[in-house]
């Protein structure tokens, strides 16, 4: 037997195969929705790629989406698989080459799911070195929805990331929550903050050469709990663009537009549910 048609073989008893030649084209990614207090995640394999959820206390959800043509590779046996996993293990076998790697090459990557009750296979190769890695999945949770719909948005802006950022920094993050304010008029976009030094806000003129699209309809303020919004930070400090929606609950949808090493673009996308704390206090 060749070893070619040996490869076939053990291929053959794979539902998901996805192959990449660098694999921080999938660990960039998926940083940007891993934190300590979000250690399990639920994979979702379809034709159309890989999406990874992570959720935090019923109310804020991320979703890191991997497109198809992201990989060199991507064979998918069945309609839709799904598994849940440790994100935090995960990370660490994408990265047990470490960051730094020789020349500046990427190690590259080969997945492999054989279904149900199978652990999710991991090959890395660079330089000719070879390493596997088997990770336990579970059987997945439902996750939840957030039954965020186009149709229900009341206001959209999309803006350069650079410049949310720099307005990150200037927050204060001892304020338990993050205000934004969405408005048709002035001053169209403010995000405040309530910390131990009073308050801290920043706006966002719709004329700024930051932002580049600006649908606003209505009047809209409402409160997050800033822990929750605080690791959606790792996406922005990586993305290009971010869209920031808000619908008629005031439900929050934050996406992200990254690009990889090789140009090609993935999103990631957070969704968060109002602080009903603060809104009970404004009602008081």
Do not use: W
Not at 12 to 38: F, G
Not at 184 to 211: A, I, N, Q, W
Request: with cysteine; charged share 25%; hydrophobic share 35%.
């Amino acid at each position: 037997m060749t070893l070619s048609t040996q490869q076939r073989d053990q291929d053959s008893q794979y539902v998901l195969i996805a192959k990449l030649d660098n694999v921080r084209n999938v660990s960039t990614i998926l940083k940007a929705i891993h934190s300590k207090d979000r250690e399990i995640a639920t994979v979702f394999a379809s034709e159309n790629g890989l999406k990874v959820t992570v959720e935090t206390a019923k109310c804020i959800q991320a979703n890191a989406f991997l497109q198809s043509e992201v990989f060199q590779e991507y064979r998918l046996k069945e309609n839709n698989i799904s598994f849940q996993i440790n994100l935090t293990i995960l990370m660490e076998c994408l990265n047990i080459f470490g960051s730094n790697t020789a020349g500046g090459a990427a190690p590259a990557l080969k997945m492999c799911y054989g279904g149900y009750g199978t652990p999710l296979m991991l090959l890395l190769e660079e330089l000719g070195v070879v390493t596997d890695c088997s990770i336990k999945t579970l059987e997945p949770d439902e996750t939840l929805d957030f039954n965020f719909c186009s149709a229900n948005v009341v206001n959209k802006i999309i803006m350069k990331s650079e410049c949310l950022t720099d307005a990150f920094q200037e927050l204060d993050m001892t304020s338990e929550v993050l205000e934004i304010l969405m408005s048709p008029d002035k001053p169209y976009l403010r995000l405040s903050t309530f910390g131990h030094c009073g308050t801290t806000f920043s706006d966002f003129p719709k004329e700024s050469d930051m932002v580049e699209s600006f649908q606003c309809t209505t009047t809209q303020t409402n409160r997050y709990k800033l822990s929750l919004i605080k690791p959606s930070v790792k996406a922005l400090s990586v993305s290009s663009k971010v869209s920031m929606r808000t619908d008629h609950r005031g439900f929050l949808s934050l996406q992200y537009m990254i690009r990889n090493e090789d140009g090609q673009v993935c999103f990631v996308e957070y969704y968060c549910a109002p602080d009903e704390e603060a809104e009970d206090e404004d009602y008081d």
